[in-house]
């Protein structure tokens, strides 16, 4: 079993629905949470970031974490062709062998078509 | 600007050529990592250094090694590629100020292998 699994899509929504994008994970060990989101042929551009279970919001997207259930989210709102991109969650331990080691879900493919 | 940059994007070699990847960092960070992402893949890491203490992850191939020779550079070097080792190498950083810190990656070099 991964240690985080991530629906890898594709996800195809029209312009302006609200996007869904979920993980589940397995380690009761991490303790930060966050959202990356990556281009094609880019690197990973850090979204959003959380801590704690609850939400974050940050312009059009929320990010939703329920450490009872190891399950986070990322909502998008109003979604717009430049949020074609992959999303990709990555957990992080408070300690551990290897300083902040990000362990990241597959991705999710996500095209916003007009 | 740009401010972790790696080079070359693109990087062609022959299988069981010797083959070295270059990130340089404009940031001052103390902690360098290596990430390998395969296609449709999760990124892995690979290795990271504190300042000059390197920390090899568990898993990763006796082929692959790191140097970083200041605070700014740091590189991959992968002594015999084979073509399972054709894929994206993202290199990220952070400050070190402790492991909540984020991550910044640059834009990655692709590999293939001939």
């Known amino acids: 079993q991964k240690e985080v699994e991530q629906d890898p899509g594709p996800l195809s929504v029209p312009e302006g629905a609200i996007v869904s994008l979920n993980c589940t994970y397995s380690n009761s060990a991490f303790q930060y949470f966050m959202w990356y989101r990556q281009y094609s042929r880019k690197g990973p551009e850090l979204l959003m970031y959380?801590?704690?279970?609850g939400n974050k919001e940050d312009g059009r997207f929320t990010a939703q974490v329920d450490k009872s259930s190891k399950y986070i989210s990322l909502f998008i709102r109003d979604s717009q062709p430049s949020d074609s991109a992959t999303y990709l969650c990555a957990l992080r331990n408070a300690g551990g062998t290897s300083y902040g080691k990000l362990t990241f879900g597959q991705g999710t493919i996500l095209t916003v078509h007009p | 600007d740009a401010m972790v940059i790696q080079n070359p994007r693109y990087q062609v070699t022959q299988f069981g050529k010797p083959v070295t990847l270059s990130c340089s960092q404009t940031l001052n960070h103390n902690v360098m990592y290596w990430y390998q992402q395969k296609s449709s893949q999760a990124p892995k890491l690979l290795f990271h250094y504190y300042d000059k203490d390197f920390n090899n992850e568990a898993d990763t191939p006796d082929n692959f090694q790191s140097r970083r020779p200041n605070t700014s550079f740091c590189f991959l070097d992968i002594r015999s590629p084979g073509l399972g080792d054709a894929a994206m190498y993202l290199c990220a950083t952070t400050t070190g100020g402790g492991a909540h810190q984020p991550q910044h990656f640059g834009d990655g070099t692709r590999l293939s292998i001939l």
């Open positions: 959380t801590y704690s279970s």
